[in-house]
Nanobody, 125 residues
Framework: QVQLVESGGGLVQAGGSLRLSCTAS????????MGWFRRAPGKEREFVAT????????FYVDTVKGRFTISRDNARSTAYLQMNSLKPEDTAVYYCAACGSGTGCGSQTYEYEHWGQGTQVTVSS
């Protein structure tokens, strides 16, 4: 059973940057597709980005393309989300998630069986 722990959240001014980390334990990290999701106040949890097992394929929601970068270091069992040019509308709790399925690891929350506890990102205007 893989366990995920996020870190790196905080308060930042609009236009600033943060890097979130997600460290995994209890499983073989390289066998999981990793994703980042977020939940803004009063909204449903939404997909942000995903990265393939090797790190060679990434996919982003349109609202963060060009500003966010997902990456991973399999040797460190850690996934990252570099967030630049942050906007107030990026304010949310950010969650990392792991998908161990052979197929079907995409942008839907139900595709991911393991979740971290979340880290708060607040962007002030």
């Amino acid at each position: 059973q893989v366990q995920l722990v996020e870190s790196g959240g905080g308060l930042v001014q609009a236009g600033g940057s943060l890097r979130l980390s997600c460290t995994a334990s209890g499983g073989t990290f390289s066998t999981y597709v990793m994703g980042w999701f977020r939940r803004a106040p009063g909204k449903e949890r939404e997909f942000v980005a995903t990265i393939s097992r090797s790190g060679g394929i990434t996919f982003y929601v349109d609202t963060v393309k060009g500003r966010f970068t997902i990456s991973r270091d399999n040797a460190r069992s850690t996934a990252y989300l570099q967030m630049n040019s942050l906007k107030p509308e990026d304010t949310a709790v950010y969650y990392c998630a792991a998908c161990g399925s052979g197929t079907g690891c995409g942008s839907q929350t139900y595709e991911y069986e393991h979740w971290g506890q979340g880290t708060q990102v607040t962007v002030s205007s």
